[in-house]
């Protein structure tokens, strides 16, 4: 029995389901629907069923109930429109069988209208249908099937009382009665098959705006460049991730405050002003705010919480509706890096200028001097040895432009090969005269390591030349390496001039040198710890420096050691025969 109960009920609530494609209390303002019904079809029809009865009280074919029945229709309509008005000020929905109520009246005067008259000719059943797919649309299913019974029952009525069941009006009694009955659920049905389509398209518009929405939100949040909207007011609306980055300041926080609060600049005279914020401007046409380069005249330096400053441009523009601006759009855009280019340009130009001067002017002027003058022997040759030396400077300032051209767009290709570390430290000191070799002395534990012998020669020659050239003459230089967790650290250590802590920190970068002007009166490219520094990284190791001004500096590099079946590797390195912890002068 309980079994036969449940299959029951689902067989009524799959019918029902079949019936109602969705509930009334989900789809329908009731409130909004009642106010259609009583302004838009109930007042027209009261207004056509007065006229009619009007028209036949002036002929006398109409008994006292046909105004009566106007009258009571008219305060149904209007009692109903009321109720209306009192439920919406206190925020309550009207309920659906006041909608029934105001059709069933309408039903009524069309019925009475027509008991007046000719009984079912004259229109009536087409009133009923067109009562009927009225009410079918402003109704949920279950009413509108009561609605259309109803009109079809009043049409049986009309015909009962005027004796109309003959056969001159038996099909149209049929065929009216049918269609007024079926006419409201199938306008119901067809209004749900209408409302689930427009539901379809929304949805799939919706989930379009979704897709979009969110691939929006991506590429504002994945920009390298800050942005910000804001509303007609100037809060913030949006503010994306770089902004977070730069201004130190995350998007919770910034959300709803004035934008010329979280993003502080300022300019070449000092901190901007509110109402001088580029943002503000922009509320009153499109703004642009910086140079390029980050430089002045328009120079602009966004200020971030933790005290930072980025040289920055903005462009803002307003969003205009309705010839008013609604808020405005703001992209930040972080020009660094093109500033520090800027630099280096400049650093590149003033250099190579300087560089290439001095060895060509002395290449110029010894050339001229061998060929117009008469000399012995001996200065034949100083002139000679001047030249050449001009002109290594210059082979050296070429090799390291290229090396520094092939580093940054990534082409430099290692040629790598086993080789024992003493090996690379005596190809570096070839290249050195014999006054400068005297002055270097190496403590060297053997090991063998997997490197472009050619670069790491280039990395050792640099070191070493550098610890001679800034440091006092006469005084030595040490080169020296330890073992250390399957790692070579090779020293190049100087007691010479020593760095400061403000050239220490960019070191190894572009065209940096020491503040130092003993250091500055001396030849050189600023490129040589940058080249190093990226050579060694391509190798796998690391360049670590150690300097006190005054004191001297120690520079360590630090590469991996071979120890796929190459000579020499034991569990233990090997010292070599040259190199066992004793002074070796070369």
């Given at each position: 029995?309980?079994?036969?109960?449940?299959?029951?009920?689902?067989?009524?609530?799959?019918?029902?389901?079949?019936?109602?494609?969705?509930?009334?209390?989900?789809?329908?303002?009731?409130?909004?629907?009642?106010?259609?019904?009583?302004?838009?079809?109930?007042?027209?029809?009261?207004?056509?069923?007065?006229?009619?009865?009007?028209?036949?009280?002036?002929?006398?074919?109409?008994?006292?109930?046909?105004?009566?029945?106007?009258?009571?229709?008219?305060?149904?309509?209007?009692?109903?429109?009321?109720?209306?008005?009192?439920?919406?000020?206190?925020?309550?929905?009207?309920?659906?069988?006041?909608?029934?109520?105001?059709?069933?009246?309408?039903?009524?005067?069309?019925?009475?209208?027509?008991?007046?008259?000719?009984?079912?000719?004259?229109?009536?059943?087409?009133?009923?249908?067109?009562?009927?797919?009225?009410?079918?649309?402003?109704?949920?299913?279950?009413?509108?099937?009561?609605?259309?019974?109803?009109?079809?029952?009043?049409?049986?009525?009309?015909?009962?009382?005027?004796?109309?069941?003959?056969?001159?009006?038996?099909?149209?009694?049929?065929?009216?009665?049918?269609?007024?009955?079926?006419?409201?659920?199938?306008?119901?049905?067809?209004?749900?098959?209408?409302?689930?389509?427009?539901?379809?398209?929304?949805?799939?518009?919706?989930?379009?705006?979704?897709?979009?929405?969110?691939?929006?939100?991506?590429?504002?949040?994945?920009?390298?460049?800050?942005?910000?909207?804001?509303?007609?007011?100037?809060?913030?609306?949006?503010?994306?991730?770089?902004?977070?980055?730069?201004?130190?300041?995350?998007?919770?926080?910034?959300?709803?405050?004035?934008?010329?609060?979280?993003?502080?600049?300022?300019?070449?005279?000092?901190?901007?002003?509110?109402?001088?914020?580029?943002?503000?401007?922009?509320?009153?046409?499109?703004?642009?705010?910086?140079?390029?380069?980050?430089?002045?005249?328009?120079?602009?330096?966004?200020?971030?919480?933790?005290?930072?400053?980025?040289?920055?441009?903005?462009?803002?523009?307003?969003?205009?509706?309705?010839?008013?601006?609604?808020?405005?759009?703001?992209?930040?855009?972080?020009?660094?890096?093109?500033?520090?280019?800027?630099?280096?340009?400049?650093?590149?130009?003033?250099?190579?200028?300087?560089?290439?001067?001095?060895?060509?002017?002395?290449?110029?002027?010894?050339?001229?001097?061998?060929?117009?003058?008469?000399?012995?022997?001996?200065?034949?040759?100083?002139?000679?040895?001047?030249?050449?030396?001009?002109?290594?400077?210059?082979?050296?300032?070429?090799?390291?432009?290229?090396?520094?051209?092939?580093?940054?767009?990534?082409?430099?290709?290692?040629?790598?090969?086993?080789?024992?570390?003493?090996?690379?430290?005596?190809?570096?000191?070839?290249?050195?005269?014999?006054?400068?070799?005297?002055?270097?002395?190496?403590?060297?534990?053997?090991?063998?390591?997997?490197?472009?012998?050619?670069?790491?020669?280039?990395?050792?020659?640099?070191?070493?030349?550098?610890?001679?050239?800034?440091?006092?003459?006469?005084?030595?230089?040490?080169?020296?390496?330890?073992?250390?967790?399957?790692?070579?650290?090779?020293?190049?250590?100087?007691?010479?001039?020593?760095?400061?802590?403000?050239?220490?920190?960019?070191?190894?970068?572009?065209?940096?040198?020491?503040?130092?002007?003993?250091?500055?009166?001396?030849?050189?490219?600023?490129?040589?710890?940058?080249?190093?520094?990226?050579?060694?990284?391509?190798?796998?190791?690391?360049?670590?420096?150690?300097?006190r001004p005054g004191e001297g500096s120690t520079f360590t590099v630090i590469l991996p050691i071979e120890r796929s079946g190459t000579p020499g590797m034991n569990s233990?390195?090997?010292?070599?025969?040259?190199?066992?912890?004793?002074?070796?002068?070369?």
């Open positions: 029995m309980v079994a036969q109960a449940t299959l029951t009920v689902k067989r009524a609530r799959r019918f029902s389901g079949r019936l109602r494609i969705f509930p009334a209390s989900e789809d329908f303002d009731t409130t909004e629907v009642l106010q259609v019904a009583t302004r838009y079809v109930a007042l027209p029809y009261l207004i056509a069923v007065s006229v009619a009865t009007a028209v036949l009280w002036r002929d006398s074919r109409l008994s006292w109930l046909g105004p009566v029945t106007v009258v009571s229709g008219a305060a149904v309509i209007f009692a109903a429109e009321a109720i209306r008005v009192s439920l919406s000020k206190i925020g309550r929905t009207a309920p659906s069988w006041l909608i029934l109520s105001v059709l069933l009246t309408l039903h009524l005067l069309v019925g009475i209208n027509a008991w007046n008259s000719k009984g079912i000719e004259g229109g009536l059943w087409l009133s009923l249908v067109v009562l009927s797919s009225v009410g079918g649309i402003l109704l949920p299913m279950r009413l509108s099937v009561a609605n259309g019974l109803f009109g079809g029952v009043v049409l049986v009525g009309i015909a009962a009382v005027h004796s109309q069941f003959e056969r001159n009006y038996i099909g149209t009694l049929i065929l009216g009665s049918a269609v007024t009955a079926l006419c409201s659920p199938t306008s119901s049905l067809f209004r749900d098959v209408i409302v689930l389509e427009a539901r379809r398209r929304l949805r799939q518009q919706v989930s379009q705006l979704e897709l979009f929405n969110l691939t929006l939100t991506a590429v504002i949040q994945s920009m390298t460049e800050g942005l910000v909207s804001c509303d007609g007011e100037g809060r913030v609306e949006l503010w994306n991730r770089k902004l977070e980055t730069l201004t130190g300041i995350p998007e919770f926080e910034a959300a709803g405050r004035f934008v010329w609060e979280v993003l502080q600049l300022e300019g070449a005279e000092g901190h901007i002003l509110d109402d001088e914020h580029p943002c503000k401007k922009a509320l009153g046409g499109p703004v642009f705010r910086g140079s390029v380069l980050g430089g002045s005249p328009g120079e602009m330096r966004l200020l971030s919480r933790d005290g930072r400053s980025t040289p920055v441009t903005i462009a803002a523009a307003p969003l205009i509706r309705r010839d008013k601006p609604a808020g405005l759009v703001a992209l930040v855009v972080d020009v660094s890096r093109e500033r520090e280019l800027s630099q280096m340009r400049d650093s590149l130009v003033s250099m190579v200028s300087h560089e290439l001067r001095t060895p060509l002017t002395m290449i110029v002027g010894f050339s001229e001097l061998l060929l117009e003058g008469e000399f012995e022997e001996r200065q034949y040759k100083e002139c000679a040895s001047e030249i050449l030396d001009a002109a290594n400077r210059l082979s050296g300032l070429v090799d390291e432009l290229l090396s520094t051209a092939a580093l940054e767009r990534g082409t430099l290709d290692l040629n790598r090969r086993t080789v024992a570390l003493s090996s690379l430290v005596e190809q570096s000191l070839a290249s050195f005269l014999p006054e400068a070799r005297d002055r270097v002395v190496k403590r060297i534990r053997e090991a063998y390591v997997y490197v472009d012998p050619d670069r790491i020669t280039q990395v050792l020659a640099n070191l070493i030349g550098n610890a001679l050239k800034y440091s006092d003459p006469g005084s030595p230089v040490e080169v020296r390496s330890r073992l250390q967790d399957g790692w070579v650290h090779l020293e190049v250590k100087d007691s010479g001039y020593g760095i400061d802590p403000d050239t220490l920190s960019k070191l190894f970068t572009m065209f940096t040198r020491s503040s130092d002007e003993r250091v500055r009166q001396l030849p050189g490219t600023g490129l040589g710890l940058y080249i190093a520094k990226r050579l060694v990284a391509l190798h796998g190791g690391e360049i670590e420096v150690m300097s233990e390195p090997v010292l070599s025969d040259e190199s066992s912890e004793l002074e070796v002068e070369l």
